[in-house]
């Protein structure tokens, strides 16, 4: 059996999330329900770990509940020379 291939993909930090959820002037309740994630973890991911690598203390599959709901809504999280930023597209 071959062995599982890792993944590798730029985690926005909990503060970029944080960013997009207020740019699209929602609340901690719309992203937990657009996400299809409890609200305990919107509020673990934004206020406990601000600064923290989210890829290494979250699952990635609510990660990129979370991701998706965001980018659905039109951010763009945008990683160029080693600087995270976030983009909105209207």
């Avoid at 730029?10 to 901690?28: E, G």
Wanted: contains cysteine.
């Amino acid at each position: 059996m071959d062995e599982p291939k890792s993944i590798m993909f730029t985690c926005p930090t909990p503060r970029q999330i944080h960013a997009a959820r207020v740019a699209l002037d929602w609340n901690q309740t719309d992203l937990s329900k657009a996400a299809n994630v409890g609200i305990a973890t919107i509020k673990r991911l934004e206020f406990n770990h601000r600064d923290a690598d989210l890829s290494q203390i979250m699952q990635y599959s609510t990660l990129a509940k979370i991701i998706s709901a965001l980018e659905a809504q039109g951010i763009e999280f945008t990683f160029e020379d080693g600087r995270r930023g976030l983009t909105f597209k209207a």
